[in-house]
């Protein structure tokens, strides 16, 4: 298995800030940047050793070597009224049809939102240039999603309040082009 400090010693060479932290469990820490508010923005990078057994065909693999699920865990840093609950929802529902990589949750157990990619992969076979890719994108829904979501989140907006402003977006754009 590729081994999160092998992983922190390559992001590290890209010039991504990152530590291994060990609690709860191992994880990697990948810092991707302050919000508008000058909050830190992290993503968590776990990795975890799976036991496939019979499941694969033994030329699929070498004895001994160790598939691994990888996860991607991308917290905002906010939480969700009471009150905002079913508009979120609603909201990161609508996100998951939108895009092509789905993975916007609700965690109701403390009201935070968050974004999880998750692949399973063979023994060493996380390259690096896909592992960025991820990142990228991740880094890229906390910069274009951050504030909508927070809004909707504090109960400044409501889910029908934010589609009626993407709707007028929109319009303003298909005028635009029919100008052209």
Known sequence: MKSLQAMKVQLDALGLDNVVEESPVPHLVIFSG??????EMKINLFLQPLEVGGALPSQAHEP???YVRMQIDAVFPFT???TALSDVAQF???LNLQVDFPGFYLNHLNN?????????AGPNQIPIKIL????GIVMFFEDVFEQSLEQVANGDVSFVDLLQQ???????????????
Do not use: C, M, P, W
């Open 34 to 39: 302050f919000d508008k508010q000058k909050r």
């Open 64 to 66: 001994g070597e160790e």
């Open 80 to 82: 969700v009224k009471n």
């Open 92 to 94: 990161l529902h609508f």
């Open 112 to 120: 935070t939102v968050l974004y999880r990619f998750v692949q399973i």
């Open 132 to 135: 960025i890719s991820i990142l």
């Open 166 to 180: 993407i709707e007028k977006i929109l319009g303003k754009v298909a005028k635009g082009l029919e100008k052209k």
